[in-house]
């Protein structure tokens, strides 16, 4: 029996991504919330894509079976978002969500194009780098997180909030808990 021993953080991305654009389509809600939302998770599983291929993979190395469980609800619960993005209170606070989902973005992918740099004879990563980026123990965490805020702005005016936002909780959780996204402080110096 083949059985997996890691899955690439990037394809439960991609997984409810595409389960988000079909929803959109099926369900054929078309509003700011729905566009943007299906936009968000888009241009997110994008850059997880092009992130896990191009610079540095993230891999899940245990727990499939919650991890299934977490994609599965986080996929169904978009079909709540999207029946329930018309009967929203627009306020300012989904507009919030698209900003807070650019700014967790810029965060996240910003800081792999930085030069690492030398302290003390030892190579310091990446993030601990000199503007924004060194208030960041974790750049990608925190976009990783803001992402998923942007996301419970973006449902939480709907009348079922209160059942979506422990699953993008339970999606945070989980990334804890899997400790992605999560580098050494210091990369050993090779000459």
């Excluded at 650019?102 to 190579?123: C, D, H, V």
Aim: hydrophobic share 55%; glycine share 4%.
């Amino acid at each position: 029996m083949n059985k997996k021993k890691r899955i690439n953080h990037y394809v439960i991305s991609i997984t409810i991504a595409l389960n988000g654009l079909v929803s959109f389509i099926i369900i054929k809600e078309i509003n700011f919330i729905t566009i943007a939302v299906t936009t968000m998770l888009l241009i997110w599983a994008f850059l997880h894509t092009w992130v896990q291929t191009k610079h540095v993979s993230n891999y899940i190395d245990n727990q499939f079976f919650v991890l299934y469980i977490v994609t599965i609800v986080f996929s169904m619960a978009l079909n709540i978002v999207y029946l329930d993005s018309d009967l929203s209170i627009y306020q300012s606070v989904p507009y919030f969500g698209v900003s807070l989902f650019i700014i967790g973005q810029i965060i996240a992918y910003l800081s792999l194009f930085t030069n690492p740099i030398e302290s003390n004879g030892k190579r310091l990563a990446k993030i601990y780098q000199n503007g924004i980026y060194r208030y960041f123990i974790h750049p990608q965490l925190v976009g990783e997180i803001a992402t998923i805020v942007a996301l419970v702005c973006m449902i939480i005016l709907t009348p079922h909030w209160f059942l979506l936002v422990p699953v993008f909780l339970i999606y945070v959780l989980f990334i804890l808990w899997q400790k992605l996204f999560k580098t050494t402080h210091y990369v050993s110096h090779l000459k």
